[in-house]
């Protein structure tokens, strides 16, 4: 049999259409929570994220995160330890939704150690929050658990 042009051309078309219905199947089969469910409220609450942001900018250094043998090491240095506020600790991973992480860090610890079992090795956003008379403070910090 001799191909001419238009065997060609259907040839073509059905390399084509079958490449777009893989791409468009595999493209339904994919995670894509990289934006959180509140994502409205949240802009339009960037106004009060930049003041706490700008609020909490002295206390960037006193938040330390490690990565140790079996876990993850949350430290605060003494002035956010001693302060007799609760913090919350939140284990943002974009990538995946379900492996984020919330824990509450009672008044008067200086830090507190996350257990590897909990934590996907990969990267992480760390927020730390707290309020206090003045308003709310939060220190956030890219983080990679290895």
């Known amino acids: 049999m001799k191909l001419n042009w238009g065997?060609?051309?259907?040839?073509?078309?059905?390399?084509?259409?079958?490449?777009?219905?893989?791409?468009?199947?595999?493209?339904l089969g994919e995670n894509n929570d990289l934006v959180t469910k509140d994502y409205y409220r949240q802009g339009a609450e960037y106004s009060l994220k930049m003041e706490t942001d700008k609020r909490s900018a002295v206390y960037k250094d006193s938040i330390s995160i490690q990565n140790e043998n079996t876990g993850v090491k949350v430290l605060f240095a003494a002035s956010l330890a001693t302060d007799g506020v609760e913090k919350q600790i939140y284990f943002y991973r974009a990538s995946d939704k379900k492996h984020d992480v919330t824990l509450l860090v009672p008044s008067g610890q200086d830090g507190i150690f996350i257990d590897g079992d909990r934590l996907v090795k990969g990267r992480y956003n760390v927020s730390v929050s707290w309020g206090k008379d003045e308003g709310k403070y939060m220190v956030s910090k890219d983080f990679v658990v290895r």
């Open 7 to 27: 065997h060609g051309i259907l040839v073509f078309f059905v390399i084509f259409f079958t490449w777009i219905i893989s791409f468009v199947v595999f493209s």
